[in-house]
């Protein structure tokens, strides 16, 4: 009877190890995040683009360098890139380095429950700014993820006031990456998640029912299946002038690659 209780006991260890290591990690180079945000720019094709890329040493730790893409047609077409932050992430929390506390930020915790209070990113656990109202499992494109919903309960004009937010595994906040305690969800008018080229997960995604199950093509009006290269914006000059037809010769810049046609 001990030996079956034994045997019992190992069975349900291994179990609860392998529900462990169904995590998915959000910190990962193959991950990359593709934001629209026309509404906030006033820009007839802009967005952003977020993606880990190598890594890097701070206080004897290693983080993820996460790069940032930003591609305007407004006032002329233009691209800037940089490094934006170092992210690490251990035992399903995720971590920024925040230079001017010199510390690192808990920005996400997939640990908690429901019940679970949440705090402000750069206080203490007592600063808390909302609680996690709800805990389920989406899947999406055959993917199960877990989603916690977060509300936020605050006063404006005299009254109280709740908004909430969705924290899901591997894919961040439904406000954006950065933002995962933002008082205004949805910061971005959209919001499209691939790994190696396939769109895995977009903002609709994030609001799906109880459980429930989903989709993402990855062909919104914006974006397409490929994240290489920004959506077709036309041509331009080396001036940064819109150019209504291909020129036939000279150097032009379409898709953010330098072109040069010499007409025989």
């Known amino acids: 009877m001990k030996k079956w209780i034994l045997l019992f006991a190992l069975f349900c260890a291994n179990l609860s190890a392998m ?10 180079e193959e991950a990359v995040w593709e934001y629209d945000m026309r509404y906030q720019t006033g820009d007839t094709q ?8 190598g890594d890097t040493i701070i206080g004897n730790e290693k983080y993820k360098c996460l790069y940032l893409k930003l591609i305007f047609t407004y006032p002329e077409y233009h691209i800037t890139s940089r490094f934006e932050s170092a992210w690490q992430e251990q035992d399903r929390k995720v ?9 690192k930020v808990l920005y996400y915790d997939f640990n908690l429950k429901k ?17 996690v109202t709800d805990e389920d499992t989406i899947e999406v494109n055959g993917i199960k993820r ?16 709740q908004i909430k937010a969705y924290w899901v595994e591997g894919i961040g906040s439904n406000s954006a990456l950065f933002t995962p305690v933002a008082f ?7 919001m ?7 769109c895995l997960f977009t903002q609709e995604n994030f609001y799906l029912p109880k459980n ?5 093509s990855g062909m919104s009006s914006r974006y397409g299946a490929n994240t290489e290269e920004p959506h077709s914006v036309g041509c331009f000059d080396l001036q940064g002038h819109q150019i209504k037809d291909t020129p036939k010769r000279g150097i032009y810049i379409k898709d953010g690659k330098k072109y040069a046609v010499t007409k025989r």
């Open 115 to 131: 019940g679970d209070a949440i705090s402000n990113l750069y206080g203490a656990p007592e600063d808390a700014v909302g609680i």
């Open 46 to 53: 802009s967005n952003i683009r977020i993606w880990f890329e």
């Open 95 to 103: 971590y920024v380095w925040n230079e001017f506390l010199n510390r």
């Open 184 to 190: 205004t969800p949805g910061g971005y008018d959209y």
């Open 212 to 216: 429930g199950t989903g989709t993402a």
């Open 146 to 161: 877990s989603r916690l919903e977060i509300t936020y309960e605050y006063e404006k004009h005299g009254s109280q006031q």
């Open 192 to 198: 499209e998640y691939f790994e190696s080229g396939t």
């Open 19 to 28: 529900v462990a290591d169904d995590y998915i990690p959000l910190v990962k």
